[in-house]
Structures are given as structure tokens and as C-alpha cells.
């Protein structure tokens, strides 16, 4: 059993900034006048769909498997010595199109995850095909579960099951429903016992959605470690192990939790 209390702190650098509509290199050469704020990060998030925007034209934008921007998420982490995630547009193996995090690592190893829930009031899901897996990811000992965007909303799919350290949301969330946004995040904190970091865009899209930003830090009782608000930008913050522990230890509500199995798709 991990001893969480040995767990060194973990460094975040959240990414938060506009995005240039479908065009993955002026996005790329963005984001890398940006990443050298992050340095010394262990982790670093940028937004959904952060080369392109969230666009629905999958078939014209979908990198493959090993394409461009994959190939550069790789040079970032290795270059920075540090985890880089976010999420781009992916026609995977089958030929489906997936809207899918990547997480590369310093060696140069990728894993994804999928997005689960497809944000049917824009058409995601006859655009993309959803994942079937949840993930559990590793960084420095800490065990990180990444989601994308409207996963937020179904707590089911983000509750706990295998000792979260910290749930990681990246999202495209728009301002018309950022008090949504807002009230979730600290509900998932809450009743999974862990941090919760949330990445979010701002700026408008191609389509006049506009995007109010609003990442944001909390820690296992939904208090806010950060909060950029609007501002466009990298922001930095420390979690710390040993808090954590204290409070699982202190109220341990996850030793009352309903047992549950995800039905046999997922």
C-alpha cells in the first residue's frame, strides 16, 4: 500500500490561454513561447482540444496516432523534464475519430484517455466515438485521473475508485455556463476526498462562443490553491501529500462510500 505521506510535493503549471481557431501550428508555437513559464513544473495542463479549438470538423482536423503535435508534446516533456497533457483531436488505429488527452512523459512514453462524455448540444457525438476506459496515471507517486470537459458534469464517472490523488479536468467550458463550471469542481473535490485542478480556455471561438477561463486549484474540500480567473497566462502551484493524508485520516467519509461497478461498456 502507498505510503502517501512520504510522496514528495507536486508541482502544477496550468495553462490558460486563447486558442487560434483550427490551426494546430500557430497554436503549437503558442504554447511554446508559454511552456518556459512552466519550467520546474511536474505537471503540466494545458486546455481541450488545445491545437485546434473545439471544432466538430474531425475528419479534416484529426491528427493520427504519431502526428505532429503528438511528436511535439513529447519534445515539450522531454525538453522540460516534466509530464505535458492536454487534449487534440485524434483519428486513432480504428479510424475513428477520438477526442483524446495525451500524456507524455519525460522519457518520451505517451498514454491517453479518451473523452467518455461527448457534449451532445454541439453534435460531439456524431462527430467523435467516446472512450470506454477510465485511466489512472502516475507522476512522482502522485496517482492523477484526467477528464475532458463534460465528463464534469457525471459524477459517477468521476467518483474514486482507485485512490485518487488528484482529478484532472481539461476543458473548452464556455461562459455562458461558467456558475455550472464552478459549483461542479468543488462538488468533485468534495466527495472524492482529493485535489481537483481544472484547466479552461479563454477568449471566443470560431463559432462566437466565448470562454470566461476560470481554471482553478482546489483542494479535497473544494477550497480554491488558485484561481486566475480571465487572465491569459501560466499559473503555478504546489499540492501538497502530507495535507492530504491529514485529512483523509481526520475524515475518512471514502471507509462509508457505496460499492459500485461501472456497467460491463465502461
Known amino acids: 500500500m502507498r505510503n502517501l505521506s512520504l510522496l514528495p510535493d507536486l508541482e502544477l503549471a496550468l495553462i490558460q490561454t486563447h486558442l487560434v481557431w483550427q490551426d494546430p501550428a500557430a497554436n503549437r508555437a503558442h504554447f511554446a513561447s508559454l511552456l518556459e513559464q512552466a519550467r520546474g513544473a511536474d505537471l503540466i495542463v494545458l486546455p481541450e482540444m ?5 471544432s466538430m ?30 487534449s487534440l483531436i485524434i483519428q486513432a488505429a480504428d479510424d475513428s475519430y477520438r477526442n483524446r488527452l ?3 512523459r519525460p522519457d518520451g512514453t505517451v498514454a491517453h484517455y479518451d473523452k467518455r462524455h461527448l457534449f451532445r448540444m454541439a453534435g460531439e457525438h456524431k462527430h467523435y466515438s467516446a472512450g470506454e476506459q477510465q485511466v489512472l496515471l502516475e507522476v512522482k507517486g502522485w496517482q492523477v ?7 464534469l458534469r457525471f459524477p459517477v464517472w468521476s467518483r474514486d475508485p482507485r485512490s485518487t490523488d488528484l482529478l484532472l479536468y481539461t476543458a473548452n467550458w464556455p461562459a455562458a455556463r461558467r456558475n455550472h463550471w464552478n459549483r461542479l469542481l468543488p462538488a468533485r473535490a468534495i466527495e472524492n476526498l482529493c485535489y481537483v485542478a481544472a484547466v479552461n480556455r479563454v477568449g471566443e471561438d470560431g463559432k462566437g462562443h466565448a470562454y470566461s477561463g476560470d481554471s482553478q486549484v482546489l483542494d479535497f474540500q473544494g477550497e480554491p490553491l488558485l484561481e486566475p480567473g480571465a487572465a491569459d497566462g501560466v499559473f503555478r502551484v504546489s499540492l501538497k501529500a502530507a495535507e492530504l493524508v491529514a485529512y483523509r485520516q481526520r475524515f475518512p467519509a ?13
Open 50 to 54: 488545445f491545437s485546434t479549438g473545439f
Open 57 to 86: 470538423d474531425s475528419a479534416d482536423l484529426a491528427e493520427p496516432e504519431n502526428g505532429p503535435t503528438s511528436q511535439w508534446l513529447r519534445e515539450q516533456a522531454q525538453a522540460l523534464q516534466a509530464v505535458v497533457t492536454g
Open 102 to 104: 495525451l500524456w507524455a
Open 145 to 151: 485521473r484526467p477528464l475532458i470537459c463534460y465528463d
Open 254 to 266: 471514502h471507509l462509508d462510500a457505496d460499492e459500485f461497478m461501472l456497467g460491463a461498456s465502461c
